[in-house]
């Protein structure tokens, strides 16, 4: 899962960079790998990308060297590819113009995409990221228009890209949507000729367009995967980028232009991921004109109306929450309930989102470095305890066992998702089904691998209206992507396809620390020993580095 915004600002002397580095360390839950920045000024591309936080990655020697009115941002944690700096995005090709591509999600057909990349496009791929073939087709896809450009005008260099309009680039995202496979929303700066949005066609993946009046009378635009980020850098939340749909923002006229790729796709198309709303957004992001906050409220409602069915005469003493995303949710259940809401857990905030953390090792070890119990809120008690998922069950075993610890009595554990029992393929790392605690357990097997007296999980039917009875009858919601929870797949995929095996044996635990292993066996160098500091390699990476800027 990753975080991707974008601004076209109308006031040519002014520079993104500050509003990107802000964006960004708002849309930091999405991704705490690496995080990256290229700016646009005077037809010269500026790159700053590197493992690491926001905070880290951008000394003020680099701010400095982000100039431009127009800029890119990203936040990565890798799903598909490896945790290299060289896969830190945003990724840059040269021809035509010089294109850089911010991605988030994941494509389903990359060994189809590789051979045309390199076979039919000749194209070297030089990663494992499947961002890096999203830039390559688009790339060749506007190499093939500018060639019918300077054709029909005779045109070349710079003349030839103030010749590229709307039509082209609308003619190369369409090239890219019925190329390429699986739930993905992305944003494309084309040096010289401006910022182009687009979503998959079901709209699996979040994409939002806000804008501001300028203070020279024109307009700003920002795109960002989270309306949170319009909302921080204070700009206006328009409307969601939709399925299939392209915006091109015109860096030359400073126009927008929006044109649907793929118009014979029914209005029911749009199917996003629920788990958005479960655990990714913020509480405070509108997705598809739907509030999350409010989604996770109803979520808990729900919970609680279904723990009143199957435990009637249950015994809690208190809710509590597991921070920081369950906190709505248990807010709700514990008001339904009429029990007391307590904050047992507290939460250290210099810890990576265990779930989202590469390795099971490092996440079992990293729950009691993150998390810490208030003792005089356990103590003799039934426990309630509320968290918005369980996935490996890793986390959950080491918290309820936290609880015990603290002189709990009884521990119940509740989720305000249904279990989940199959892969994600479209962005999250879900990658395998044995990783998975639900897998080939019900709820009393679950209980006991975790170690708590009864779990009970929300309904998929439940979860989806939490959702949907928000959306409005302008824009309904009638269908979600639920495949985790429901093993289907809305591109069509099927469980025990070819390419489930090939996900396992790319992405689970085992074969990730072996790539970090081999990864560490290369030393992982990012630029030459005698690079002087400040002096970026060809990728735009250089090590963090505590010094003077």
Not at 245 to 261: K, N, P, V, W, Y
Request: proline content about 4%; charged content about 25%; overall charge negative.
């Amino acid at each position: 899962m990753c975080g991707i915004i974008a601004l076209l600002l109308h006031d040519r002397t002014s520079h993104v960079n500050q509003s990107l580095f802000d964006g960004l360390t708002v849309l930091q839950h999405r991704g705490q790998d690496a995080t990256g920045i290229v700016t646009a000024d005077n037809r010269r591309l500026h790159l700053r990308k590197s493992n690491g936080l926001v905070k880290d990655v951008f000394q003020t020697h680099h701010m400095t060297e982000l100039r431009g009115n127009v800029g890119l941002g990203h936040v990565r944690y890798p799903t598909a590819g490896s945790s290299s700096c060289a896969e830190a995005q945003p990724l840059y090709t040269n021809y035509p113009f010089g294109i850089c591509v911010a991605h988030n999600g994941n494509l389903t057909n990359t060994e189809e995409l590789e051979g045309l990349v390199r076979d039919g496009m000749m194209r070297h791929v030089n990663t494992e990221s499947d961002s890096e073939l999203l830039l390559n087709i688009f790339a060749e896809s506007m190499a093939d228009q500018a060639k019918k450009a300077a054709a029909s005008g005779g045109s070349s260099g710079d003349a030839l890209a103030d010749s590229i309009g709307k039509e082209e680039v609308f003619a190369a995202i369409t090239k890219v949507l019925t190329t390429c496979k699986g739930g993905y929303a992305g944003i494309y700066l084309i040096n010289g000729i401006g910022l182009v949005a687009f979503r998959d066609p079901h709209g699996i993946r979040p994409i939002v367009l806000g804008t501001r009046e300028s203070a020279d009378g024109g307009k700003d635009y920002v795109l960002a995967s989270e309306s949170v980020a319009i909302d921080t850098l204070g700009f206006n939340l328009e409307r969601d980028v939709m399925p299939s749909e392209a915006i091109f923002l015109d860096m030359r006229s400073g126009e927008c232009h929006t044109h649907q790729c793929l118009p014979d796709l029914t209005p029911d198309s749009l199917s996003p991921c629920i788990f958005e709303y479960v655990y990714f957004a913020r509480p405070d992001s509108i997705m598809d004109g739907v509030s999350v906050y409010e989604t996770r409220l109803k979520m808990g409602e729900k919970l609680a109306h279904k723990i009143e069915r199957v435990y009637p005469d249950h015994d809690i003493d208190v809710v509590i929450p597991i921070p920081d995303t369950s906190r709505t949710s248990a807010l709700q259940a514990a008001y339904i309930l009429g029990r007391p809401f307590r904050e047992g857990f507290i939460k250290n905030r210099y810890i990576a989102r265990t779930f989202i953390m590469p390795g099971q090792t490092a996440r079992k070890k990293s729950v009691r470095l993150k998390l810490n119990t208030i003792k005089s809120e356990f103590a003799g008690r039934n426990v309630l305890l509320v968290d918005d998922s369980i996935v490996r069950g890793t986390t959950a075993r080491e918290i309820v066992q936290m609880a015990r610890d603290a002189g709990a009595k009884k521990v119940y554990f509740t989720s305000a998702a249904p279990p989940i029992r199959y892969p994600n393929i479209y962005g999250i790392d879900i990658p395998t089904r044995h990783e998975l605690v639900a897998y080939e357990r019900d709820e009393a097997d679950v209980a006991r691998h975790i170690g708590c007296e009864w779990v009970v999980y929300q309904d998929l039917d439940d979860l989806v209206d939490s959702v949907a009875s928000f959306a409005t009858e302008e824009r309904p919601l009638p269908r979600f992507d639920t495949s985790c929870f429901s093993g289907e797949y809305v591109t069509g995929e099927r469980i025990g396809d070819a390419y489930f095996e090939r996900l396992h044996e790319k992405r689970n635990d085992d074969a990730k620390q072996a790539k970090e292993g081999k990864a560490s066996m290369k030393g992982g160098k990012t630029k030459r020993e005698d690079e002087p500091l400040g002096q970026s390699s060809n990728d735009g990476c250089e090590p963090i580095v505590n010094a003077q800027a």
